[in-house]
């Protein structure tokens, strides 16, 4: 398959996605966190081709990306009332809601649970091709399976070129890494997959406590040990003995800092990324592809800040690190 490359700009390309969409055909897409593989949520042969082009096991999850929120009703079972609050301060927005799904969702979407993933993006190009087109999308992040998510459209055909109808190109994402997965259940609230938006930034709209568990259920597939990873093998060294071990392994041929202690230091591909939470996120992805592209082998990664508000990118960047599980 030859994948279009459309451009969001063009009135004549952004129409062409939504008629590919509407023909059940996968064209990834901009998010303002990571670009998403679409497919028309209400037809589960498309989305059945989303688990063939990236690889997935059929059982993980998709979420169901909305372009209003009128279109809630038709995804899940019956709306909490939990929902305004937290849709009023986060719609659009980097927040995927966990529902009891309504009957009529097909277990494709689903991977056969009884509950549903929703959120509503916060980028315009997607958000007015899901209003115009009056369809709501089930997306992944456009990447081959265990892969690195990516952040703009040429990161996007690096993984899917040949395996997707077309990508439409909105510009680099503005988060750039996936968005908060938040249960909200009788008693407590639970982040399955830390993101943008911290505990601490939900909790006010709550009745109830937000808390993160340490283990999640395998399905989450986002959660798998193994996930996020860059073709480099990634190791993760604190700043202060950060020189010392690249200087102890001459096989290490990238670097990725923040600190400025750190800004000169010496290896042959160093990146250097801003030192805020939003400056990092937003290049960390775009980075680790970079330096794949480099050929970079072995590379050592400064330790994030150990603070709360930083437990998205820890998250992201433990998984990059992890061995492989043995086959099994
Ligand atoms: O920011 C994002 O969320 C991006 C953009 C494209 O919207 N999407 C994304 O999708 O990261 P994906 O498939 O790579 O990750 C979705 C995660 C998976 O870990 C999946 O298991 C979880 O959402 N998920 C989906 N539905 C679920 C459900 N009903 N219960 C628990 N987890 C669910
Ligand atoms: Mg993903």
Not at 17 to 31: C, D, N
Not at 227 to 251: G, R, S, W
Not at 285 to 292: F, G, M, P, R, T
Not at 316 to 324: D, V
Request: glycine share 8%; hydrophobic share 40%.
């Amino acid at each position: 398959m030859k994948t279009e490359i459309l451009n969001a700009l063009f009135a004549a390309d952004f129409q062409r996605a939504g008629k590919l969409l509407t023909a059940g055909e996968l064209v990834a897409v901009p998010t303002e966190t990571v670009y998403g593989l679409a497919a028309d949520a209400g037809n589960p042969e498309a989305v059945a081709k989303i688990f063939a082009a990236k690889q997935r096991p059929r059982n993980h999850p998709l979420i169901t990306h909305i372009g209003s929120i009128e279109q809630l009703s038709l995804w899940v079972k019956e709306i909490p009332d939990w929902v305004s609050p937290l849709a009023d301060a986060f719609w659009p927005g980097p927040l995927t809601l966990i529902f009891e799904r309504h009957p009529s969702v097909s277990d494709v979407i689903t991977g056969g649970l009884p509950s549903i993933g929703v959120r509503m993006p916060d980028h315009p190009v997607l958000l007015s091709l899901l209003q115009q087109f009056d369809i709501a999308v089930a997306a992944p992040s456009a990447n081959p399976y265990q892969k690195l998510s990516p952040t703009s459209a040429a990161q996007v055909l690096s993984g899917l070129d040949g395996k997707i109808a077309a990508v439409l190109d909105g510009g680099n994402c503005g988060v750039g890494t996936e968005s908060t997965i938040l249960r909200v259940g009788e008693d407590k609230a639970e982040i399955l997959r830390s993101g943008p938006l911290s505990a601490e930034d939900l909790q006010p709209y709550l009745p109830v406590p937000v808390i993160t568990p340490q283990s999640h259920h395998q399905a989450v597939s986002g959660n798998k040990k193994v996930h996020y990873q860059p073709n480099a093998k990634v190791v993760i060294c604190p700043t202060p003995t950060f020189a010392a071990t690249l200087a102890a392994e001459p096989e290490t041929t990238g670097a990725l800092v923040y600190s400025s202690s750190l800004h000169g230091i010496n290896c042959r591909q160093r990146l250097i990324l801003p030192c805020d939470h939003q400056g990092y996120s937003q290049a960390l992805y775009a980075s680790l592809h970079a330096l794949d592209g480099k050929g970079v082998h072995k590379l050592l990664v400064e330790a994030p800040p150990l603070l709360p508000s930083w437990a998205d990118i820890w998250d992201r960047l433990s998984r990059a690190a992890a061995e492989s599980a043995p086959a099994a």
